[in-house]
Antibody, heavy 120, light 109 residues
Framework: EVQLVESGGGLVQPGGSLRLSCAAS????????MSWVRQAPGKGLEWVAN????????YYVDSVKGRFTISRDNAKNSLYLQMNSLRAEDTAVYYC?????????????WGQGTLVTVSS | DIQMTQSPSSLSASVGDRVTITCQAS??????LNWYQQKPGKAPKLLIY???NLETGVPSRFSGSGSGTDFTFTISSLQPEDIATYYC???????????FGGGTKVEIK
């Protein structure tokens, strides 16, 4: 059974940093693109970043470029999101998600999400 | 960047009604369009991929159509368990980025 379990969320002050993790199991993690998707309270979904199977390609939504870094450790079946210079507008539930086709086209597996709150 | 305009933002319909949601892309995206259902407090669930393909296990009352810039998602006969917010999502190839529509909240009248 495919499982994606996020962790690392919490309350952080504006300008602060946080590192999210996503532990994957039940599939060959190294064979799949991985993504982070977020959802601000009461708002819609926003794709944040994705990373290729070997980590050689990474892409970001414009609003987080230069502040967030996506990475992965295939030996540990884990995905990460390093978030720096956090702003109030980064407050959201962050989901890790993947496309079981091996591409990045859609998300058929999702984690349960981890809440990040940026507030003083 | 490609923008996705989804409408309506909310709708209210009776059990058994046909429900239609539209999504318009700011430029031609071929059939690179997916639809999700999200219930409160839960992660989204993929329903339709590549504009018209039903994901395995999804009831056949859900369907999608369209290509280019205009897409439609339909629930042929609304059921109480369909109460949720629905999102369209497109994907680019160069670079590989994704964009969601604003969502449509479906309620029972």
């Amino acid at each position: 059974e495919v499982q994606l379990v996020e962790s690392g969320g919490g309350l952080v002050q504006p300008g602060g940093s946080l590192r999210l993790s996503c532990a994957a199991s039940g599939f060959t993690f190294s064979s799949y693109w991985m993504s982070w998707v977020r959802q601000a309270p009461g708002k819609g979904l926003e794709w944040v970043a994705n990373i290729k199977q070997d980590g050689s390609e990474k892409y970001y939504v414009d609003s987080v470029k230069g502040r967030f870094t996506i990475s992965r450790d295939n030996a540990k079946n884990s995905l990460y999101l390093q978030m720096n210079s956090l702003r109030a507008e980064d407050t959201a539930v962050y989901y890790c998600a993947t496309d079981s086709s091996g591409y990045y086209y859609e998300f058929d597996y999702w984690g349960q999400g981890t809440l990040v709150t940026v507030s003083s | 960047d490609i923008q996705m305009t989804q409408s309506p933002s909310s709708l209210s319909a009776s059990v058994g009604d046909r429900v239609t949601i539209t999504c318009q892309a700011s430029q031609d995206i071929s059939n690179y369009l997916n639809w999700y259902q999200q219930k409160p407090g839960k992660a989204p669930k993929l329903l339709i991929y590549d504009a018209s393909n039903l994901e395995t296990g999804v009831p056949s009352r859900f369907s999608g159509s369209g290509s280019g810039t205009d897409f439609t998602f339909t629930i042929s006969s609304l059921q109480p368990e369909d109460i949720a917010t629905y999102y369209c999502q497109q994907y680019d190839n160069l670079p590989p980025k994704l964009t969601f529509g604003g969502g449509t909240k479906v309620e029972i009248k």
